[in-house]
């Protein structure tokens, strides 16, 4: 602005100083912005507060009824039979876990594949297209991916394995690990993306090759956030429903077969929540217990990822 | 490996020492030289022999291509989409854009140390690893010993041997700009490109950057891009003025200081622009 002060018939800090004291009421603003933010916030740690609670007191109500003991070491999960019902967790466990690794088996190679490709050797054109491809398949609706499961998956491995079930473990461990691995090649590729490149002229100018740089250089660098994305990816495996609940079955089976029917810990409780089991009955405190076990490994998980990324931080 | 390529022995060098010095072997030979980044004309038809065992350093103001020239020489300036060259750099008489020339090979033998200290965020002792281990060195003994004689050569042992476990951001810029030294000594390559290694130091630290780089001219050729004129006057044995891509003077550091042939060339030195 080419004001003259010769010209000029206001004075700009005159100006400010009108202003400002219309801003009074502002500055009140100002005052009253971060309590509401704090307030805000608070609301979600009181849920979460809320929940936990929730979830201890039915879990210990649940623990009146059936001992811990038969909890955790029987190895029958019959809550519905009336004369020798058993309510041992460790079936419904058997059947999270077997989803879980195979969802990891099939996700973690593949997620850490494309993100180093995508960080690494894929061009800026390239990067831009595939990116959100893949967060497109983190948006399907997981019950779509439950029917895909059962109705596309499982007739094609049947073809191959004839023993397999129609309900089993390995159709929607294969599938979640497909839900997955976006999350992972999604999370670690921006992991990847933040090493500085100084850091990869550095390699680069020693004779490394590409592929060395990568592997070397940048992989170690950004471990912290490829292994928090594993850990945040699998722990979304252990709590996934609706796939589990269409294609794995509802028959609880303690053993490392992948190919015959099985209930994982979420599976039971849709099961419950479907059927009419009564409030007060013993099966209703199951799901709180069943969710609290199931609460408990997402928090080891969580508690896991954060000692693993802090133990093998490497600082830049 | 192509012989002419191989370090040279022993004798050859002490003969090319014991003669005059414009017999010095020649490491690079640029030979019209140009370069574009995309319709940008960033260096013109250069034509620089640079010699063994001779600080070469490279001067002018910003933006005249002496960075784009040193990162042409180990072809650092391929990471840049978009660039073409046209002309030949021959290192040890290979020309380094031939299509079998591999830039891994090349940059073995080529050590690089950049602007802002680099070092990987591992442990000191495993960035001066780096460069023997991604070759195939594995023997721990010998990488001991490569540690050592990386960490002396860069004038950095002292201070860092006993925390050889420490992560190297531990360290402050200058000991981490040794340390890059160091990384780069490490897989005993016959040139070193140095791209303003002192820009982002303080003042202690950079003169003893430039001691060693002194020290190690006796093994090495040495070719700096500075812009501390100062700097190039102090360590240089030959110096050459960049200005918009083109090379306007190369000769004797001492002869371009006091007697400049070209009037850019002493307007630049005595600080009439740039």
């Not at chain 1, 007191?57 to 019959?78: G, H, N």
């Not at chain 2, 020339?101 to 001066?128: A, C, D, H, W």
């Not at chain 2, 890059?180 to 630290?205: K, N, Q």
Request: net charge neutral; with cysteine.
């Amino acid at each position: 602005m080419a004001l003259q002060k010769s010209s000029n018939t206001f004075s700009i800090q005159e100006m400010i100083r009108e202003k400002k004291n219309k801003k009074a009421k502002k500055l009140q603003i100002e005052k009253i912005v971060p309590f509401l933010l704090l307030l805000t916030a608070i609301v979600s740690v009181l849920t979460t507060i809320g929940i936990v609670f929730t979830l201890i007191a039915e879990t210990f109500t649940f623990f009146t009824k059936v001992s811990i003991t038969e909890f955790l070491t029987a190895q029958k999960w019959y809550p519905f039979s009336e004369t020798n019902g058993a309510f041992g967790i460790l079936p419904l466990i058997s059947g999270t876990l077997k989803v879980s690794i195979i969802a990891a088996i099939v996700a973690i190679p593949i997620g850490l594949a494309s993100a180093i490709f995508l960080s690494e050797y894929a061009t800026d054109r390239t990067r831009r297209t595939i990116k959100p491809i893949l967060e497109v398949l983190a948006g399907i609706p997981t019950i779509v991916y439950g029917f895909f499961a059962l109705t596309f998956v499982t007739p094609i491995l049947r073809e191959v394995i004839p023993s397999l079930e129609i309900f089993n473990a390995l159709s929607p461990g294969i599938v979640i690990g497909i839900m997955i691995t976006p999350m992972i090649a999604s999370l670690s590729e921006d992991a990847m993306s933040s090493v500085p490149n100084s850091m990869r002229e550095g390699a680069l100018a020693l004779g490394a090759t590409k592929f060395e740089v990568a592997i070397k250089v940048v992989l170690p660098a950004a471990i912290s956030g490829i292994i928090a994305s594993i850990v945040l990816a699998i722990s979304r495996a252990i709590g996934e429903t609706m796939i589990v609940a269409v294609a794995g079955g509802s028959t609880p089976n303690l053993n490392w077969d992948v190919t015959g029917s099985i209930q994982t810990m979420t599976a039971y409780i849709v099961q419950v929540s479907q059927g009419d089991a009564g409030y007060g009955t013993t099966i209703y405190y199951s799901i709180y217990a069943v969710g609290f076990t199931l609460f408990l490994f997402t928090l080891i998980m969580n508690l896991l990822a954060q000692f693993i990324s802090r133990r093998f931080r490497e600082e830049y | 490996m192509n012989a002419t390529i191989v370090k040279p022995t022993i004798e050859a060098v002490m003969n090319h020492n014991n003669s005059k010095q414009s017999a010095k072997a020649i490491v690079y030979k640029t030979s019209g030289l140009n370069l574009w980044y995309g319709e940008n004309h960033a260096l013109k038809e250069i034509n620089l022999d640079i010699h063994e065992n001779e600080v070469t350093a490279i001067i002018g103001p910003s933006g005249c291509g002496k960075s784009t020239y040193i990162k042409t020489l180990n072809r650092m300036i391929e990471l840049v989409p978009s660039v073409k060259t046209s002309g030949t750099i021959e290192y040890r008489g290979r020309n380094i854009f031939n299509k079998s020339y591999s830039v891994e090979e090349l940059r073995t033998r080529v050590g690089m140390v950049f602007q802002k200290p680099n070092p990987f965020p591992k442990s000191i002792y495993e960035n001066v690893t780096y460069g023997p281990k991604i070759h195939g060195i594995k023997d721990k003994r010998i990488l001991d010993q490569i540690v050592e004689e990386s960490l002396k050569g860069a004038a950095i042992w002292d201070e860092v041997k006993d925390r050889l476990n420490e992560n190297a951001f531990g360290l402050s810029g200058g000991q981490q700009q040794r340390l890059c030294i160091a990384r780069c000594l490490a897989v005993e390559p016959d040139v070193i490109l140095m791209d303003e290694p002192t820009s982002a130091l303080d003042p202690i630290s950079t003169l003893k950057v430039e001691e060693l780089v002194q020290e190690l001219k006796k093994d090495f050729s040495i070719i700096i891009v500075t812009h501390n004129m100062q700097q190039a006057a102090r360590i240089s044995d030959k110096t050459a003025f960049f200005l918009n891509g083109e090379v306007i003077e190369f000769t004797n550091t001492d002869k371009i200081f006091s007697t400049p042939l070209d009037k850019r060339t002493e307007d630049y030195i005595t600080g009439r622009f740039g």
